[in-house]
């Protein structure tokens, strides 16, 4: 009888300690940035809203990588009409192109990011269809 409870407390611990490890690597991981984000890769990371300046948390795949020079902002600027009168807007230098795992393509300028985190496992979550459900 001991031995069969020893053994099922071994087990439930090695559990424990595989949940633990991949919750810890696809939550956190190696700090980076979406500046120096590169295209494929998996990226968990807050996303300060412009107008309400509310963060939300994101985990996306860089589908693209777009560095804007100051002369090609100036243009878009003169002939964009989005928030052509509002004096607080201000456009980033990179804006990066990714997908959600729920499939939506978004939009996200580097600049508006905070707490950008490169997670080990976040191939295999946003692959397997996980991520999904995590965020």
Sequence with gaps: MNDVFMMVAAGAGFVAGILAFSAFHIYSGMKDSLTNA??????????????TGTPERFMA???????FSDDYIARLNAKSNYRRHDSNFQRGRHLVTAQTPDGKIRNFYAERTRNVRRPLLGG????TGLASLLF
């Design 38 to 51: 590169r295209v494929g890769g998996i990226y968990n990371f807050e996303y300060v809203q412009p107008v």
């Design 61 to 67: 795949k860089v589908l693209e990588v777009h560095r």
């Design 124 to 127: 295999v979550a946003f692959k």
